[in-house]
């Protein structure tokens, strides 16, 4: 879900944690005014993101670079979105300098943090090839729609979700029925939400290690609820 909210720090998770203690057990007017400031909190801070403290950050650890750039993984000609977004994530957060050739991404990297960045791009890779897939899936959405989902999973994932006023990305418009006076026109059957806002909040998983199976099930749950029905 897009928010223009500040990430939460680890102090207000801290806090957050200690008033939520408080609205369950305080005592008196503790718990009245402790539920006060969770609302207070919450709108200043987006606490979406799974803690730091307790999922591991993907990006996590040392990565030092070296002058042979190494396999960590491949990719199919149809997966050149696929293969930026991986290529990008990598050399913003780990300050690699990835190339890719011949469908292989490679990385100038020791062969200890290659081994490392094989096992990030794979989860990378294999996470937004399922979700594509089952995005894709979704009645009412048009295969112009991959492109937004690509960047909304990536914002997501690194976190660079959009700033107030800017415009989503472009989304492939439907099909217009015109109006007739033989017959009505009808709804189309389509998906209510943008590509981008339903893939953010998916895209913030895959970046803390969330199970696949957890994050497929919330973009199942999301677009269902979105759908309009056909009439």
Sequence with gaps: MKTNLKPASAKARALLKKLQALAERGIDGERLAAQKKIVRLKARFDFTAPDPA???DLFSGSF??????????????????????VKWAIESATKITCVYRHGDLMAEATASTAN???????????????????????????????????MGLYDGMMNETRNAGQRLPGRAGRTKTRKTK?????????LNIHPYSVALGLGKQIRFSAPLEQITAELEAATRKQISPAR
Excluded: C, W, Y
């Design 116 to 150: 490392k960045l094989t096992e990030i791009a794979m989860h990378i890779a294999n996470s937004f090839r399922t979700l594509v897939d089952q995005f894709g899936a979704v009645e009412g959405v048009n295969r112009s729609d991959r492109a937004a989902f690509v």
């Design 64 to 85: 030092k670079p070296a002058s042979k750039a190494r396999r960590i993984h491949s990719f199919h000609p149809h997966e050149f979105d696929l293969a930026n977004s």
């Design 54 to 56: 307790e999922t591991p």
């Design 182 to 190: 033989k017959k009505p026109v009808t709804a189309d059957t389509g």
